[in-house]
Nanobody, 121 residues
Framework: QVQVVESGGGLVQPGGSLKLSCIVS????????MAWYRQAPGKERESVAT???????MYLDSVKERFTISRDNAKNSVYLEMNSLKSEDSATYYC???????????????WGQGTQVTVSS
């Protein structure tokens, strides 16, 4: 079994900052890509930021220069530092990890349950 757990969401004023954390645990042999997605009410889930094992990153255009994704391979963790938050950043944020399981030896996408981020004054 593999568990993906996010933390760090909450209510913040426009212009504020939050840092999301995600840890992957359980039968983890290795993790390839890791990412943060978000989904606002009535909208499709979208990729916010992606990071590969060697550190290559990609960002949604609207969050470039404001958000930073990072990972700690030793801790099977990924982080999203969000600055200069805007109301349109409000959404449920989901952690994604491409995990190879020790039990099956196969790689599968794994999702967390999500953490709510609300940007409002």
């Amino acid at each position: 079994q593999v568990q993906v757990v996010e933390s760090g969401g909450g209510l913040v004023q426009p212009g504020g900052s939050l840092k999301l954390s995600c840890i992957v645990s359980g039968s983890v042999k290795s993790i390839y890509g890791m990412a943060w997605y978000r989904q606002a009410p009535g909208k499709e889930r979208e990729s916010v930021a992606t990071i590969m094992p060697e550190g290559d990153t990609m960002y949604l255009d609207s969050v470039k220069e404001r958000f930073t994704i990072s990972r700690d391979n030793a801790k099977n963790s990924v982080y999203l530092e969000m600055n200069s938050l805007k109301s349109e950043d409000s959404a449920t944020y989901y952690c994604y990890a491409d995990v190879t399981s020790t039990s099956t030896g196969r790689r599968y996408p794994r999702w967390g349950q999500g953490t709510q981020v609300t940007v409002s004054s």
